[in-house]
């Protein structure tokens, strides 16, 4: 089970962390899983469930929402599920089907659970004043795994380079980072040189892309997001263009699956992008528009990419 946008609350920092727990159900439910990282999984998972109940019970509490208490004995039940199942998968000694029992048992309950019970809170959530979810507070979690962490700093605004700040608190709906008495936003560039595939004119328009998507994830200007979407649908279509032109070029031998992947991704993103300016600009469709963009041109340009660059590099130094 993978997320979806039906799962969306609308509500950044709960959808965020929603996000990360499947992200880890994905890893246990995979074939290609490294079974090794079992245990340290489950431990996660123990973290997870009772520190993103607290955050939700947390909210329940402020809010005063008048479901708390059913809420919160679905969130104890749940947790003596996971209990029980950590203690069935460690008797069975680490059999591979008592994980699949467990990651089925998750999948089921977490699905179950957020398209209804969290969903019915998100409705609550979403009908208070403005001016009142504007006061609720929630601490910075800093456990979200790795492919989860960069759309969990964008939402919740917060990201620390030299460790945990004294004081975390996230605003629903924008966030500060406190530290000493100061308030600071901090964001960084999601391109790293480790991406660079060594074809200049191609690793110029990477990074340009990346710094648009920057923005997108900073999310702090909101009248350039418009502009932002604009750029990047003419700019994916060049970029894709220039990066077909070289495989017909150097006659590469993966040239039709690359495109067909560039024209999948095409119409996913001009669908998003129809979407948001369907919504009239949603915040949660910019996050969904991030997401899927960030993580497709993340995982696109440091596979594929360095596949071709990787041969194209070759022929031209054997034709040099």
Request: proline residues 4%.
């Amino acid at each position: 089970m993978l997320w979806q946008p039906t799962f969306q609350c609308n509500i950044p920092h709960i959808d965020a962390q929603h996000m990360a727990l499947f992200d880890y159900i994905g890893k246990l439910g995979s074939k290609h899983g490294d079974i090794s990282r079992i245990p340290e999984t489950i431990d996660f998972l123990e973290t997870y469930v009772k520190e993103h109940f607290a955050d939700e019970e947390s909210l329940h509490h402020q809010s005063r929402y008048p479901r708390a208490l059913e809420h919160q004995r679905q969130h104890q039940a749940f947790i003596n599920v996971v209990a029980n199942l950590k203690k069935d998968y460690f008797v069975s000694g680490h059999n591979l089907s008592t994980l699949m029992q467990m990651n089925h048992a998750m999948v089921v309950w977490l699905k179950d659970h957020i398209l209804n019970a969290d969903k019915a809170y998100a409705a609550f959530f979403h009908d208070l004043p403005a001016a009142k979810r504007q006061t609720l507070r929630l601490p910075h979690r800093p456990w979200i795994p790795e492919s989860s962490q960069s759309f969990y700093e964008w939402v919740t605004g917060i990201r620390q380079k030299d460790g945990p700040a004294k004081t975390n608190t996230t605003i629903m709906g924008k966030a500060t980072l406190r530290s000493g008495g100061q308030t600071t936003r901090v964001f960084g560039s999601s391109w790293t040189d480790a991406m660079l595939c060594g074809i200049p004119a191609i690793d110029e328009q990477h990074k340009e892309l990346f710094r648009q998507i920057d923005i997108l994830r900073e999310g702090g200007n909101r009248e350039r997001i418009p502009n932002v979407l604009r750029f990047l649908a003419d700019y994916v279509v060049k970029h894709f263009n220039d990066e077909e032109s070289l495989h017909l070029k150097s006659r590469y031998p993966q040239a039709a699956p690359h495109r067909k992947l560039h024209e999948e991704f095409v119409k996913t993103f001009l669908e998003l992008k129809a979407k948001y300016d369907k919504s009239g600009g949603d915040f949660s469709t910019v996050m969904e528009l991030n997401k899927v963009v960030f993580d497709w041109l993340k995982n696109h340009v440091m596979k594929v990419d360095m596949q071709f660059a990787k041969y194209y590099l070759a022929l031209n130094k054997e034709e040099a």
